[in-house]
């Protein structure tokens, strides 16, 4: 009589994955050799490229309306910069700082609460010399204190404003 040949499962699975595998294997290598045969000419380029004579050319010379940075005044280059760069700035220095270097907030703080103490006055004035955009201008509001702040950077003042309103 005539029987079927069965080929069991197992059997047939094993040899799809030994197909694919081989496949996978095959792909692999190819993929090895290209990347290999790039690198080699990457190389090539590379070596092209240092052997080439490099030519320095001096940097131009400021025309009139580009002023050499030695002969602009230094507080005019800050207001420049503070006033050019001023969100910069301000999205890098940590939300957590009221006051820097810390030292000299507590030294600072200690004077007020001093000062207010011998006058009776629950709040005092404080001047925010180059208050930048605001941070102890705030700080010292919350405070209960009355604060001016002056900086040089008209930008830096705007940003205060938003900060420190009661400033």
């Known amino acids: 009589p005539d029987e079927e040949v069965k080929i069991e499962p197992d059997v047939e699975e094993k040899a799809e994955e030994e197909a694919v595998e081989e496949i996978v294997k095959e792909k692999v290598e ?31 010379a400021p025309t009139r309306k580009e002023k050499n940075p030695s002969t602009i005044n230094p507080i005019s280059q800050t207001k420049r910069f503070y006033n050019t760069h001023a969100q910069e700035f301000i999205d890098n220095i940590s939300p957590r700082l009221a006051l820097t ?56 003042l705007n940003h205060a404003k938003k900060l420190a309103p009661k400033a």
């Open 30 to 60: 190819e993929i090895v050799e290209e990347k290999v045969e790039e690198k080699e000419e990457v190389a090539e380029v590379q070596e092209e490229l240092e052997q080439l004579p490099i030519k320095e050319e001096p940097a131009p």
């Open 101 to 156: 270097p810390t030292t000299h907030r507590s030294t600072f703080l200690t004077h007020i609460h001093t000062q207010q103490q011998t006058s009776n006055d629950t709040s005092s004035t404080v001047i925010d010399l180059g208050c930048g955009f605001g941070r102890d201008a705030l700080h010292f509001t919350s405070l209960g204190n009355h604060v001016l702040g002056i900086d040089f950077s008209t930008e830096m």
